[in-house]
């Protein structure tokens, strides 16, 4: 199946010296081969022997996991890199882009020699802090789709026959929700505070808070909208592209969810009214345009909320998150289902909506109470007492002796028992009786 061949080398510092060619043929009849200094014993095989690599090539050979072992040694940023590079969609290649940007040490790590450990190093690092960052985490949401698209490339390489397996498989994937993402009622922006937000921003600025605020788009949504999305007849709005961050509309969304149908609450309608007048009209045109007409990246909305929040007085925790959560929290509050809420807000599934808004759905506390007490209702379980004795018999009305258990003729000793005053009489008499016999 294979065979190691000695040869003396002809040039160089070690001319003369012998090393050993191991020569085989792979799954698809081609012949191959690798270049050792030490043969080794075939017997007792030592690693990086060419006998070594020898039993390591009929083995996989044999077992039908047999990959060519140069192309495992080429660096799997180089992989990742030409996948990247296939992306049709500007966004998509922008996402895997950013991806690559946070392989970190996995980019030179030869992909024939990656390893379990070696990703969930790599998680460990994204979680809590960048080298090549300046120490900064990412958020789980990236992590999540950056681990997604390692997973990807790692497959593809099993398809190809770089790899016989992937050492993705085991490695537990991240939440896409880390605990900071999640939403509750103590971190909510206040009916009090979007007013201040509103009262100090200009219109523009103000519009597109309400946007959020009253039809909770995300930032590069609100700043992809154009005229022929806004229907004041209908009083909808229509999610269709948002910008990128090269200021490039895109039709490629956050999520599939993502492109929805957005009811205008009054107020709302009332500010697109008056707001769209002053826009160009024409049907591609964005109603949010940046000061020089260019499309807004969502970053500058981010940091033009920030003035407005610091003009307001309000905390700097605050961001333009708290609008959309705002939005998601007056849905909840009013009864909306959780797959109402999804579609609303664009979320790829109920269960990221769960997760966000988990402790905001009023009343799950009570309902599971008054869920349980209707499964129980006829059932007649024993009580207990309030001095935390079998309540079976404190029900009872009678002693063991058919003597009433009435105020008169019963009483509770310390520790909480019941006891008959008839059948104590009873016993100091007999009690008496036979010390009198003896």
Known sequence: MAHIQAKNRTSGPRKGQKY??????????????????????????????????????????????????????QPFGDLFLKWANRAKAPRTKEARMSTFGNLGVLK?????????????????????????ADGKPLAATTIGLAFQHVKTVLNQAVNDDILTKTPARGVEAPSKVSVENIVTPVNLL???????????????????MLVAMQAGLRPSEIVGLRYRDIDLGARTLRVEQQIGRDRLPTFTLKTETSRRTVPLPDELYAALSAYLKSCDMSSTALIF????????????????FK?????????????????????????????????????????????????????????????????????????????????????????????????PFDDANSYVDPVGRRHCRAC??????????ESAAA
């Open 20 to 73: 050993y060619i191991v020569r085989w043929v792979d799954i698809h009849g081609e012949e191959k081969s690798k270049s050792f200094d030490k043969k080794g014993s075939e017997s007792y095989p030592a690693p990086g022997t060419a006998h070594a690599f020898k039993k390591e090539v009929e083995n996989r050979l044999i077992t039908g996991s047999y990959t060519d072992p140069k192309l495992g040694e």
């Open 108 to 132: 030179s790590k030869p992909v024939g020699k990656m390893h379990q450990e070696h990703l969930r190093e790599w998680l460990d690092v994204l979680r809590e802090g960048r080298p090549w």
């Open 190 to 208: 206040t009916l009090a505070q979007a007013e201040a937000l509103l009262g100090v921003s200009r219109p523009k600025l103000r519009t597109m």
């Open 289 to 304: 345009p940046s000061r020089n007409g260019r499309p807004m990246k969502a970053s500058e909305v981010w940091e033009q």
């Open 307 to 403: 003035n407005a929040a610091k003009r307001a007085g309000l905390p700097d925790r605050l961001t333009w998150k708290d609008c959309r959560h705002f939005y998601a929290s007056k849905l909840i509050q009013y009864g909306a289902s959780v797959k109402a809420v999804q579609l609303r807000l664009g979320h790829a599934s109920p269960d990221i909506t769960l997760k966000v808004y988990t402790h905001l759905w009023p009343g799950e506390f009570e309902r599971t109470i008054e869920a349980v007490n209707a499964a129980w209702e006829g059932v007649t379980v024993p009580k207990i007492n309030a001095n935390n004795r079998d309540s079976a018999r404190a029900a009872k009305t009678h002693c063991i002796n058919g003597h």
């Open 424 to 433: 104590k009489r009873d016993r100091k008499r007999r009690d008496r009786a």
